[in-house]
C-alpha cells in the first residue's frame, strides 16, 4: 500500500475488498444488486459496489441492466416502468424484490462502504445524477458516486465537490462505445477529461492494466482500484496495480 495524501484521505475506500453487486450467489438466494447480497456483504466484512438506474418516475433504483430480460421475470428496459412496477416483479431467483437507494442506505446505514455506479444511457440528462446526491445528502455513512460517463462524474465535482466520485474505465475498445462520438471516446480512453470530472479515484478494467492514463493517475498519488475479478491469481494479477479489488464468485484471501 502506498501512502500519499490522497490515498489516506480515502483509506476508507480501499481498506477491503469490494463485493461486486453485493456478495451475491443466486443458487443460496442472494441476488445481486438486491437486499440479500448486501446484507452478505455486510455479514462477511466487505465493502460493496452497486449500481443504479432511474425509473420512469424518477426515483433511483439499485439495478444493474438498461433492461430487466436478464435476472427478472419480465421484459422491458428500467426506464419505462414504474418503481411500484419493479417491485411487483419477481427476480428469477431468490425472494427479493428490487430496492430504491434510498431502501439500501437504510439497510446499510453506515455498517460498511458504498461505491456506487450511477449508470448512463448517454443522453446527456443529469436527473439520476442530481437524485442521488439528493437522496445521499443526509447519509453519514461512507460512501462514493463512480460512472463510466465522465459527465456524470463532472456533474458531480460541480454540484457537490464533497462527494467523494470516480471513474469506471477501461481502454474503450468494446463495440458497446460505437455508438458514442469519437471525440468523446477518446477523452475517456486518454483520460483527458480528468481537469473536468475531478475524480478522486479510477476504478479500471484489471485485464487491460497497466496503461498509461492509469500509471501516470496512480503515480499522482490517487487510488485505483479495479474489476471484476473472480479467482484468487486474477486478484494476484490485479493487486501489482492497485490499491483494492472489486471481486465476485469467490472469496478472496
Known amino acids: 500500500m502506498r501512502f500519499t495524501p490522497q490515498l489516506r484521505a480515502l483509506d ?3 481498506a477491503k475488498p469490494i463485493a461486486h453487486r453485493g456478495f451475491h450467489d443466486e443458487k443460496n438466494g442472494h441476488v445481486e444488486n438486491c437486499e440479500s ?4 456483504a455486510v ?8 449500481d443504479i438506474q432511474l425509473t420512469k418516475d424518477g426515483q433511483a433504483v439499485v439495478f444493474h441492466d438498461d433492461d430487466i430480460d436478464r435476472v427478472m421475470q419480465g421484459h422491458g428496459r428500467v426506464k419505462d416502468f414504474t418503481t411500484r412496477e419493479l417491485k411487483a416483479m419477481s427476480f428469477k431467483q431468490g425472494k ?6 434510498a431502501e439500501l442506505l437504510e439497510q446499510v446505514a453506515g455498517r460498511t462502504t458504498l461505491v456506487i455506479e450511477i449508470k448512463s444511457l448517454w443522453d446527456d440528462d443529469f436527473t439520476l445524477t442530481d437524485h442521488a446526491l439528493n437522496v445521499l445528502a443526509d447519509y453519514t455513512g461512507p460512501h462514493a458516486l463512480m460512472s463510466f460517463d465522465p459527465d456524470l ?10 462527494t467523494v466520485r470516480g471513474i469506471t474505465a477501461d481502454r474503450v475498445i468494446d463495440p458497446y462505445y460505437e455508438p458514442l462520438p469519437v471525440a468523446k471516446r477518446v477523452a475517456m480512453r486518454e483520460m483527458s477529461h480528468l481537469p473536468q ?3 478522486h479515484f ?8 497497466p496503461f498509461q492514463p492509469i500509471t501516470e493517475f496512480q503515480a499522482a498519488g490517487f487510488p485505483i482500484i479495479t474489476w471484476t475479478i473472480e479467482n484468487d491469481a486474477q486478484a494476484k494479477q490485479a493487486r501489482r496495480w492497485c490499491d483494492q479489488i472489486t471481486f465476485e464468485n469467490f472469496v478472496p484471501a
Open 37 to 40: 447480497s448486501f446484507a452478505a
Open 96 to 101: 427479493d424484490r428490487v430496492q430504491t437507494l
Open 197 to 199: 470530472s475531478q475524480p
Open 43 to 50: 455479514a462477511q466484512g466487505y465493502s460493496i459496489e452497486c
Open 12 to 14: 476508507w475506500l480501499v
Open 202 to 209: 479510477i476504478s479500471f478494467d484489471y485485464r487491460q492494466l
Open 153 to 162: 462524474v463532472a456533474r458531480v465535482a460541480a454540484t457537490s465537490s464533497g
